[in-house]
T-cell receptor, first 113, second 119 residues
């Protein structure tokens, strides 16, 4: 089955700096890659997603890039703010896989003042 | 738009006892999921329903876990008997459709979760 690895497990940045979280996946048939943000004690919330027919997608301060050849995708957050502090999860799924999401192990992002 | 509703939010039980969690998905969402999230880990799919049929239950420990979605709307996840390692957050989620489609139609929305502590 699919295996998703995520790095780093913790990330500390200064407010205003950029943060990058990287994920790799094992199943070359995976074609949908969402990113979820989970604040302490809260539900995971979708912040951005990308499909395999696109190499990059942006939404304000958040962007995701996908390299299908290398089977890795990354989340980029620019101009970080304290409210960006949370755990971020990457995930992957594929057509015919029943929409089943395989999640990474999460990255604890801390934005320091 | 109302989100995915779950209850109870918190439950503490002793090992070998039973527990049941309830989920009401977003209205009109055909696909319902139960995920288990152990502290410090990413969510892991336990079972997936399409309407009232099971699509995937390959990671459900069937000797102790069961789930049903009898009328294709609400769902119940039961654990009997519970073990210490079942301590986790049980997340219910739903999506409008299964598989590819128009942008956003297969987006998975999560509930707040049911926190289970087995002592």
């Amino acid at each position: 089955g699919e295996n998703v690895e995520q790095h780093p497990s913790t990330l500390s940045v200064q407010e205003g700096d950029s943060a990058v979280i990287k994920c790799t996946y094992s199943d070359s048939a995976s074609n949908y890659f969402p990113w979820y943000k989970q604040e302490l004690g809260k539900r995971p919330q979708l912040i951005i997603d990308i499909r395999s027919n696109v190499g990059e997608k942006k939404d304000q301060r958040i962007a995701v890039t996908l390299n299908k050849t290398a089977k890795h995708f990354s989340l980029h957050i620019t101009e970080t703010q304290p409210e960006d502090s949370a755990v971020y999860f990457c995930a992957a799924s594929k057509t015919g896989g029943g929409n089943k999401l395989t999640f990474g192990t999460g990255t604890q992002l801390k934005v320091e003042l | 738009e109302a989100g995915v509703a779950q209850s109870p939010r918190y439950k503490i039980i002793e090992k070998r006892q039973s527990v049941a969690f309830w989920c009401n998905p977003i209205s009109g969402h055909a696909t319902l999921y139960w995920y288990q999230q152990i502290l410090g880990q990413g969510p892991k799919l336990l079972i997936q329903f399409q309407n009232n049929g099971v699509v995937d239950d390959s990671q459900l420990p069937k000797d102790r876990f069961s789930a049903e979605r009898l009328k294709g709307v609400d769902s119940t996840l039961k654990i009997q008997p519970a073990k210490l390692e079942d301590s986790a957050v049980y997340l219910c989620a739903s999506s409008l459709i299964i598989g590819p489609g128009e942008q956003g139609r297969n987006t998975i929305y999560f509930g707040e979760g049911s926190w289970l502590t087995v002592v």
